[in-house]
């Protein structure tokens, strides 16, 4: 009972009985034979069970009467025998240990509206005289009904957490033709007490057995419809059971987990003291309480880490999704409040509303410490299951925290038996709600699953995978990262002993990555579209299901190898721009693949051929970023980097580095007279020429124009002399060869590490301030003399 409820009743409490003390010291004597009459009827009529029936028992047909000795006995007996026909109504229906505040308040709420009534009463026959008993008697019987249903009613609807409104129209309004038929059989009473005895009864009698026929054909009538209910009820529950299981399935586990909820549950909130209908309340939310994850992504739900900021915020929307959800099911109990407040925690810090103690509904407060418990002794993809005994103390640790301390030591007192309640039930059977043992509807063993979860987990369990594997796709554009990511991931899912992938470039099929056993055999693997197993894939872009291994041309290789492979599974990479390569799988077992995982490929297939065409497209403009794209030389960019890499390893070794920057003589003179595409044909002869005369570890850019740099690691003065000499003759051949005749000579200028320089930007600076004197001096040579002559005049050592 909520403390709203709890102080409702105090207070009706307080005011009933101070208005019944003030009648009991006011009592005054009347008629004592009607009295008794009457108490004893009143006595009689509780003892039998004869009321109208309300949701908090029933009420008795006493207060027929009640109204009669309103009309005949002074208000201090007539209290006396409505209190009296209470009490014992009361501890009629008390089935174990007595209620008394529940007593109390019944008593309290009959004395007002005895109270009520008789002033109604009273002031009616005031106003008329002669006739006033015809309209006092329905008025007073429709004060005692308000004043008496009213007060139950609101307690009713602050325990149930239900509206009163609803309350009121279903459960009490329709007991009001009750009492106005009541307070017609009471005016008769008054009618015939003056009559000799003999004829009193046969008045008497025959009404009394017909309010008692009337009554019981009412309650048979109100049985039938009580049963329906629930049996509609429970087929309700079961079919959103259902879907809630089905919702659930990310493996058979599910099963398991629904049904240790729901005992779980019941079992604590019975040990709690909660009412019948709080029980069925507490089973339906313990099966349903997760339906709201229907509105968040399974990649946030399955997510093996720790969410982020906005994915929790994401997250927190589930309960009020779930209580939206359950509220159109229209259970006849208040189940989507507790839905709704399961993540409250007891310090205030919970979602989706921040209730704080005893504003979370006790019903919540279970089923919180209750999952808390559950979810830790159960497997998840992030972490593996706590023994019952380590749970257990972590919920400890939680109480008074997030949550009930109450809850928590009572939790503590009985998780054994409910866990060996859990495992001993069977939930597969029929469990009516609210009985002993297991209430849920799912299996204490997955093993007795029913076969459609299986279907629906392997189904959760692709999509996941399917989001694993795009993820891995979207995180490099480095093609054998991605790839070596992705053949890890798909040993959890293929048992393949070897995974090729085969690129298609010009209609044949090259093998460019290989997992597993059989390196050798597929290596550098090259077939036509439409030759050997793959091929065909690549071909007819179908895919091919434990497919015999021995079609493809690798078994011409090594034939005793390949037929050690005895099954196969190709699909085709089928990206935008078509195929772009088949992936294979081999295995050593025959028939060793299966649909599923077929089926797996062909939803990773495009996302993989995708991946596959971006990687060689950033492969592609690195390179072009890399390199000139006109002489096919690293440009400055990777001239910069490689330079860096060469000092750092000449001072690890303490060893000397040499950079050349050339820049060739008459190159603006061979585009004015020959044109820029002769230009460009020399620089592409130049640029060759310089690269074929270099060490394979030498390397040679183009910083741009018609300079370019080359760095000579280790190489001795004597040794760079000869380059020198070597490269100005390449760079005059290649002119004489487009020209005809030497258009171009070569300027250079030479740094050494250390002595010239310890950096990238010094040794270049002074290399080129070289190479500009060296252009300086040849071209005042060339001014005195001929260029042959001055070619020869040139000494090899000039800088």
């Not at 209609?507 to 090259?526: A, K, M």
């Not at 000092?647 to 003589?665: E, F, G, Q, T, W």
């Amino acid at each position: 009972m909520t403390t709203k409820a709890k102080f409702y009743q105090s207070i009706i409490l307080l005011l009933g009985l101070a208005l019944g003390v003030r009648q009991s010291l006011q009592w005054a004597p009347g008629n004592d034979a009607l009295f008794l009459g009457y108490l004893g009827l009143t006595v009689i009529t509780s003892l039998l069970r004869l009321g109208v029936p309300t949701a908090a028992g029933t009420i008795s047909i006493g207060f027929i009467f009640i109204l009669a000795s309103m009309a005949q006995l002074s208000i201090a007996q007539t209290l006396t025998i409505g209190v009296s026909g209470t009490i014992i109504h009361c501890l009629r229906d008390q089935k174990k240990s007595i209620d008394w505040l529940s007593l109390s308040f019944q008593t309290a709420v009959v004395v007002l509206g005895i109270e009520a009534a008789n002033v109604a009463f009273q002031r009616i026959s005031l106003l008329l005289p002669g006739g006033g008993l015809a309209a006092a008697l329905p008025l007073a019987a429709t004060v005692l009904f308000l004043v008496t249903a009213f007060p139950l009613a609101a307690t009713t609807a602050m325990t149930e957490r239900e509206l009163l409104r609803r309350v009121w129209q279903n459960r009490f309004l329709w007991s009001l033709p009750y009492y106005l038929a009541g307070a017609a059989i009471a005016g008769l009473l008054t009618a015939v007490v003056h009559l000799p005895w003999w004829q009193t009864a046969l008045v008497i009698v025959p009404l009394i057995f017909l309010v008692y026929r009337s009554y019981g054909l009412q309650l048979d009538s109100l049985a039938r419809e009580r049963l329906h209910a629930e049996e509609l009820a429970t087929l309700q529950l079961s079919m959103v059971e259902a879907l809630a299981l089905a919702v659930e399935s990310k493996d058979t586990s599910a099963i398991d987990h629904l049904h240790r909820m729901s005992t779980f549950t019941v079992g604590l909130g019975r040990q709690m003291g909660l009412k019948d209908a709080q029980l069925k309340a507490l089973r339906a939310a313990a099966v349903l309480h997760d339906i709201g994850q229907v509105a968040v992504p399974d990649h946030i739900i399955m997510k093996p880490g720790r969410l982020t900021p906005e994915e929790y915020e994401r997250l927190k929307v589930h309960p009020d999704v779930g209580g939206d959800i359950i509220e159109r099911a229209r259970f006849p109990y208040p189940v989507a409040p507790i839905v709704r407040a399961h993540h409250e925690r007891w310090d205030g810090e919970g979602y989706p509303r921040g209730l704080k103690g005893d504003r979370i509904p006790i019903e919540a407060r279970v089923l919180a410490a209750v999952d808390t418990l559950v979810a830790l002794t159960s497997q998840r993809h992030y972490r593996p299951a706590l023994s019952l005994d380590k749970a257990i103390e972590v919920v400890r640790q939680e109480s008074g925290r997030g949550l009930d301390p109450d809850v928590v030591d009572a939790l503590i007192l009985s998780f054994r038996t409910l866990d060996e309640e859990a495992r001993t039930t069977s939930s597969m059977g029929n469990s009516a709600p609210g009985a002993s043992g297991a209430a849920g509807s799912a299996g204490a063993d997955s093993s007795d699953a029913p076969a459609f979860l299986a279907t629906i987990a392997a189904a959760r369990r692709e999509e996941q995978s399917l989001l694993e594997f795009t993820q891995i796709l979207g995180s490099s554009l480095n093609l054998q990262e991605t790839l070596t990511a992705i053949a890890r991931r798909f040993r959890r899912q293929i048992p393949f002993d070897t995974m090729v992938l085969y690129l298609l470039h010009d209609r044949r099929l090259n093998s460019v990555f290989i997992e597993g056993e059989n390196f050798t055999l597929f290596n550098d693997l090259t077939m036509a579209a439409g030759e050997g197993l793959s091929g065909k894939v690549a071909l007819t872009r179908k895919p091919l299901l434990n497919a015999d291994p021995a079609a493809e041309p690798a078994s011409s290789r090594n034939p005793e190898k390949m037929a050690r492979l005895r099954s196969a599974l190709s699909v085709p990479l089928d990206g935008p721009t078509g195929v772009s390569g088949v992936l294979t799988f081999y295995s050593e077992r025959r028939e060793a693949f299966t649909a599923s995982q077929l089926s797996l490929l062909l939803a990773i297939g495009p996302k993989l051929a995708m991946t596959v065409e971006n990687s060689i497209r950033f492969r592609e403009a690195e390179n072009q970023a890399s390199f000139d794209y006109l002489t096919g030389l690293p440009n400055a960019g990777s001239l910069f980097l490689q330079l860096q890499s060469e000092l750092s390893r000449a001072a690890r070794n303490s060893a000397r580095l040499a950079v050349l920057v050339c820049d060739l003589d008459g190159f603006k003179q061979v585009n004015d007279r020959f044109g820029h595409l002769t230009g460009n044909k020399l620089l592409q002869s130049v640029g060759h020429g310089l690269k074929e005369n270099c060490r394979e570890y030498d390397f040679v850019a183009r910083m741009g124009g018609d300079e370019f740099v080359v760095i000579l690691p280790g190489a001795s003065e004597d040794a760079v002399r000869l380059r020198r000499r070597r490269l100005a003759t390449v760079v005059e051949e290649a002119g004489v060869s487009l020209c005809d005749e030497m258009v171009v000579g070569l300027s250079m200028g030479i740094a050494y590490y250390p002595e010239d320089g310890r950096t990238a930007e010094e040794l270049l600076a002074n290399a080129d301030t070289k190479m500009y004197e060296d252009k300086s001096l040849r071209k005042s040579l060339r001014l005195s003399m001929s260029a042959d002559t001055a070619h020869s005049w040139m000494s090899p050592s000039t800088d």
